[in-house]
Structure formats: C-alpha cells, structure tokens
C-alpha cells in the first residue's frame, strides 16, 4: 500500500496527507471491514473523476468512494454511505434507490477507475 500510495497519489495530496496516513487510513478501513471487494465501477459525474462502489467483506455493507485525478495523480478521494446493487437496505429489508452500473473495467472505465479497483483487488486487501 505505501508504494501504490506514493506512487499514485499526487504531490500536493501527500504534503496534506503523508503516506504513513494514507496507509493507517486502508489498513483501519482494512481491519475493521475484513477486507473491501469492488462491486461495480460506476459512471464518473464529471471530467478526472471516479466512482467505484464497494462491499465489506464482514457485514457486506457498501460505501461509495469517489476519487478525483490531475495528471494520472490521484488528487483527493472520499467516501459515501451506499446502498447495495439491487436497492435493498441490509438493515431495514426495505427498497431503495438502485445504483445503476454503468461501466465496466473490461470496456469503458475511466483509467482512474481502473487504477483504484486495481488497488482494491491488489493482494493487501
């Protein structure tokens, strides 16, 4: 993880946030979830921008993240609550608004999107 953050993440990013807290921030996100899987690379709503919905391993819950790219740097990211694929809560049963899968890594994901499923397929997560 400290070798794909400093590699990836841009310069200006990593002076606001060095990379040991990069790296204390996934591993954290790693402990306490069991690990993250991407469920689906979803449509960036705008230019340099890239949305990938995950799943915890422990619980199966999902969180949206969402990153921004300047010069195939990553310049920020954050993460959203979300709703499974198919709109059930996991704790109500009830319906919700769907998230519909638009991309896919094999077609037509940004290469932002490639980078961070990449990320979250790599061995350490």
């Known amino acids: ?3 794909f953050a400093s590699t990836h993440f841009a310069e ?3 002076q606001d946030t060095p990379v ?3 790296v204390d921030h996934f591993q954290e996100m790693k402990s306490e979830s069991g690990g993250i899987d991407v469920a689906l690379v979803l449509k960036p709503e705008m230019a340099g921008q890239a949305n990938l919905l ?6 199966h819950h999902f ?3 969402v990153a921004f790219e300047d010069g195939g ?3 920020d ?11 059930i809560s996991p704790t109500t049963g009830r319906k919700k608004r769907s998230l519909r899968p638009i ?3 094999k077609s037509s994901a940004t290469p932002l999107s490639r980078l961070l499923a990449t990320c979250f397929l790599a061995s350490y997560w």
């Open 73 to 75: 740097r990553i310049t």
């Open 63 to 65: 969180v949206r993240i």
């Open 77 to 87: 990211f954050f993460l959203l609550t979300a709703t499974n694929p198919q709109g």
């Open 103 to 105: 991309f896919t890594l």
């Open 20 to 22: 040991d807290k990069v």
């Open 12 to 14: 200006r990013f990593l």
């Open 54 to 59: 995950l799943r915890t391993r422990t619980g």
């Open 1 to 3: 993880m400290r070798d």
